[in-house]
């Protein structure tokens, strides 16, 4: 069973950096496509970033440039947030999709909330 766990949210003025963690246990990530994604109240959710097999990243235009996605061993993948604006508030998610297949899993989201 794959599991994937969130952590590292929480409250932050703007123009500060957080630093989210995805876990996963029951696998190992390395062969999947991890993407983080978040939605605010009222919003759909939507993708923030995402990191390949290859290890290659894409971003969203509205965090390129201060969000940074990384592998952090083969059970991690992190974001990076630096220069936060109010705007990033949401709950982030993480999620986790074999390479070539269709099925996916997702984490249960960590809250960001940046004041301004």
């Known amino acids: 069973q794959v599991q994937l766990v969130e952590s590292g949210g929480g409250l932050v003025q703007a123009g500060g950096s957080l630093r989210l963690s995805c876990a996963a246990s029951?696998?190992?990530?390395?062969?999947?496509?991890v993407g983080w994604y978040r939605q605010a109240p009222g919003n759909e959710r939507e993708w923030v970033g995402s990191i390949v097999e290859s290890g290659s990243t894409q971003y969203a235009d509205s965090v390129k440039g201060r969000f940074t996605i990384s592998r952090d061993g083969p059970r991690k993948v992190s974001l990076q947030m630096n220069t936060l604006k109010p705007e990033d508030t949401a709950v982030y998610y993480c999620?986790?999709?074999?390479?070539?297949?269709?099925?996916?899993?997702w984490g249960q989201g960590t809250q960001v909330t940046v004041s301004r």
């Open positions: 999620n986790a999709r074999p390479g070539g297949q269709s099925r996916e899993y």
């Open positions: 029951g696998t190992t990530l390395s062969r999947y496509v």
